[in-house]
């Protein structure tokens, strides 16, 4: 599914799992990587797979804070878990996925606010 800056908000607050993939039509890795997240994608129906062309939502990349692309991030009930430049292989997407799937959400909160 795309992404825009409207339907950004929306999409995290009715999925537990949201990845979204920042991309562009001209990045060579990104073409590549898209193939390996569809792929993943069509496995999962319990995960929200969205894309973000970075050219077409570029207030929504900058506000992401996306400097380097393909970038993936991963969201569990509207909390931003995992964030990371750069393609996966798809054993590595598979783990991303389990390792956010097994997240105790209000336990990782908890523990990154112990060490501010």
Not at 4 to 19: D, Y
Not at 87 to 111: C, K, P, S, Y
Request: glycine residues 6%.
């Amino acid at each position: 599914m795309d992404i825009t800056e409207t339907s950004f908000a929306e999409t995290l607050k009715n999925n537990e799992i949201v990845f979204v993939g920042f991309w562009a039509g001209w990045c060579g890795p990104c073409r590549m990587f898209t193939l390996t997240y569809e792929a993943v994608a069509g496995k999962h129906a319990d995960i929200v797979f969205a894309k973000v062309d970075t050219e077409a939502e570029q207030s929504l990349a900058g506000s992401a804070n996306i400097t380097s692309i393909p970038t993936l991030m991963a969201f569990k009930n509207q909390t931003l878990v995992f964030s990371q430049a750069g393609a996966l292989n798809a054993a590595a997407l598979e783990q991303v996925m389990e390792a956010v799937r097994r997240l105790d959400v209000d336990l990782h909160l908890a523990e990154g606010a112990q060490q501010n």
